[in-house]
């Protein structure tokens, strides 16, 4: 079990989060920074992404890739990272008598990284390849449409990755200067997570990162909760299945109604128990994957259903899931409905909560995103303290004369039609 998260804050502002996990064989550490794609312009657009491929490609101590990934791998670790609309996170988990290690390579990428003008040539084929994949997906591609679609032409609805043109652009000097602004000690936090000694570890991170620039945390324009007047996306393409996200905007992420949201979205939308998948799938045969989900940023969130149905169900399955969202509004959860919902999310939720790489990713993000780190149990309580009444108040507050988006990638009903549906005709 883990003890209780420690905090320090550096001279230089990095804040660190140590959670110890007595008898665990791995460590974990994860460096964040409060970058994404909706702290980028319309030019810059992807850079947040790109600056986090380039950081594997070589520091001044290791000026290979290969000798950054076998530092972590030849002690039997792992390392990757990722990129989101509002962080950037990079991580490696590593046998626990190892974690010095982790911790030191993690402290070279931020703060020593070359990048060379010829890696940068390279890898600009590779992202712009992730971007064509993601195209070529049409699971994946659907959620960008849905994307620009709920939030419009404003940076917290663009694509993570950028475009092709603007990741063509991109040359050094722009990486550099974005790196000054955001990967400074106030803007970051990092999290480790083992069988360690804290002192220890402190002392490793005091030293490891004295190069990292205090720096200031940047302040994130406010984005604009509105339905865009283009909120329907359709790309035709003549593949078998009809891919579909119904959305509408919710609300951030330190809302009072997060909690009582997180088991609407439960009981609506997660796993084969959930109302969608009964109804759509089960009951009627509409659609062979079909669930829920719901993103909170900073100030701006939403909640999306998304299915994969064929041609002929689409208008039907669309207007079932319409259904589905309007019953919540109308009709009281029962009790029992509650009961089972508030166990499978409180079950889900403490099964995620079994490892060090686990605990310094919630750990890490939250601290963070929402400046403090909000102990398990707490979580647990304030779901088990949801009541019928916040659940209908929610719906109501989300789906009430609901302003629906929609994407669809694949062959479609025309957006004339869609629109219909959606309003109800």
Not at 33 to 40: A, F, H, L
């Amino acid at each position: 079990m883990a003890g209780e998260p420690q905090i320090t804050t550096l001279p230089g502002g990095l804040r660190v989060v140590f959670t110890p996990v007595p008898n665990a064989q791995a460590a974990a550490v994860s460096y964040w920074t409060q970058v994404g794609s909706r702290d980028e312009t319309p030019i810059s657009n992807g850079l947040s992404h790109y600056i986090e491929h380039m950081l594997f490609k070589g520091t001044t101590r290791r000026p290979t890739a290969p000798e950054i990934s076998e530092a972590i791998e030849g002690a039997g670790g792992s390392l990757n990272a990722f990129t989101t609309k509002e962080v950037t996170c990079y991580w490696n988990n590593l046998p626990f008598e190892s974690a010095e290690t982790g911790i030191e390579v993690l402290a070279d990428m931020i703060q020593r990284s070359i990048l060379d003008p010829a890696e940068i040539e390279r890898e600009r084929t590779v992202v712009q390849q992730e971007i064509r994949r993601a195209h070529d997906s049409p699971g994946s591609y659907v959620s960008e449409l849905a994307s620009v679609a709920t939030y419009g032409d404003q940076p917290i609805g663009w694509p993570i990755a950028g475009t092709l043109e603007t990741v063509n652009a991109m040359q050094r000097d722009d990486f550099i200067a974005h790196m000054r602004r955001f990967y400074t000690g106030e803007n970051s936090v990092l999290s480790i997570a083992g069988n360690l000694d804290p002192d220890r570890i402190l002392e490793v991170v005091a030293r490891e990162f004295n190069e990292l620039p205090s720096g200031l945390r940047p302040i994130r324009s406010v984005a604009v909760a509105q339905r865009p007047e283009d909120y329907i996306h359709i790309e035709e393409r003549g593949i078998e299945q009809t891919n579909l996200t119904l959305s509408t905007l919710g609300f951030g992420r330190r809302d009072p109604d997060r909690y009582a949201a997180d088991l609407m979205n439960t009981a609506l939308g997660r796993g084969m128990s959930s109302r969608l998948f009964k109804e759509v799938r089960e009951r009627r045969g509409l659609a062979y994957s079909v669930g829920s989900g719901a993103a909170r940023y900073g100030d701006i969130g939403n909640v999306a259903v998304s299915a994969g149905v064929t041609r002929e169900h689409q208008e039907e399955a669309l207007q079932v899931i319409i259904a589905e969202l309007q019953q919540l509004v109308d009709i009281p959860m029962s009790a029992e409905e509650l009961q089972r919902t508030k166990d499978y999310a409180c079950g889900a939720f403490r099964l995620s909560l079994e490892t060090p790489m686990s605990f310094a990713q919630r750990h890490g993000g939250q601290l963070l995103n929402e400046g403090e780190i909000e102990p398990a149990d707490v979580t647990v309580a304030r779901l088990r303290a949801v009541t019928i009444e916040d659940i209908q108040r929610v719906a109501r507050r989300l789906f009430y004369d609901a302003r629906f988006s929609l994407a669809v990638v694949g062959p479609s009903a025309s957006a004339d039609r869609l629109d219909a549906i959606l309003h109800g005709a």
